[in-house]
């Protein structure tokens, strides 16, 4: 298969704690991107790094990217109760320019 | 305000039967996708389209067509060979190329009878 994992598949938080999401994938990567998904709805994009990049920030959300490990780690700091979402990473490269996603991870925030 | 407008949102079809999901974007894009998901599962594409009247097979195409006739449209069509139809679809747009920003609609949820 070509999808990687997510872990943890589920994770339940208090309001204001940090919550992190990995994600791992199995073949070398032009770039990968972490998406957001509220229950029956769409995903929405939240951060892309390129993968000569090692750390990117936008507001709470810190992402790492380990290319020599394959592995990708979404940090939201601070976290409230309207960031209950799945999150998904997605990755493209290897003989296909494709996106491929993840099983996702189920966050829940409780106030 | 730009965007992707799938419809419709919720459909039932009795076994057999074809249905056509709509995808319409606005916001300029070159390329468009189906994806399915299934729940618990993360998103698997189906067809994608880089440029009109052109298109190409993703991970999980039997079953399905599609056309780009227009650079704003890409109705895909869900045919009685379709083994396991139920599930939510979801399009999306990007003008950066094959792995830019995906743009995604709202998803239209089918459900065979």
């Known amino acids: 298969s070509q999808q990687g994992e997510e872990d943890p598949q589920a994770l339940s938080i208090q309001e204001g704690e940090n919550a992190t999401m990995n994600c791992s994938y199995k073949t070398s990567i032009n770039n990968l991107q972490w998406y957001r998904q509220n229950s029956g709805r769409g995903l929405v994009h939240l951060i892309l790094?390129?993968?000569?990049?090692r750390e990117k920030h936008s507001g709470r959300l810190r992402v790492t990217l380990d290319t020599s490990k394959k592995s990708s780690s979404l940090l939201i700091t601070a976290s409230r109760a309207a960031d209950t979402a799945s999150y998904f990473c997605?990755?493209?490269?290897?003989?296909?320019?494709?996106?491929?996603f993840g099983k996702g991870t189920l966050l829940t925030v409780n106030p | 305000d730009g965007g992707i407008t799938q419809s419709p949102k919720y459909l039932f079809r009795k076994e057999g039967q074809n249905v056509t999901l709509s995808c319409e974007q606005n916001l300029n894009h070159d390329a468009m996708y189906w994806y399915r998901q299934d729940p618990g599962q993360g998103l698997r594409l189906i067809y994608y389209?880089?440029?009109?009247?052109?298109?190409q097979k993703g991970d999980i195409a039997e079953g399905y067509s599609v056309s780009r006739e227009k650079k704003e449209s890409f109705p895909l069509t869900v045919t009685s060979a379709q083994k396991n139809p139920t599930a939510f679809y979801l399009c999306?747009?990007?003008?950066?190329?094959?792995?830019?920003?995906?743009?995604f609609g709202e998803g239209s949820r089918l459900t065979v009878l």
């Open positions: 999306a747009s990007t003008s950066g190329g094959l792995t830019g920003e995906l743009f």
């Open positions: 790094i390129r993968s000569n990049e």
């Open positions: 389209s880089q440029i009109v009247n052109d298109f």
């Open positions: 997605a990755w493209s490269g290897g003989s296909n320019y494709k996106l491929t």
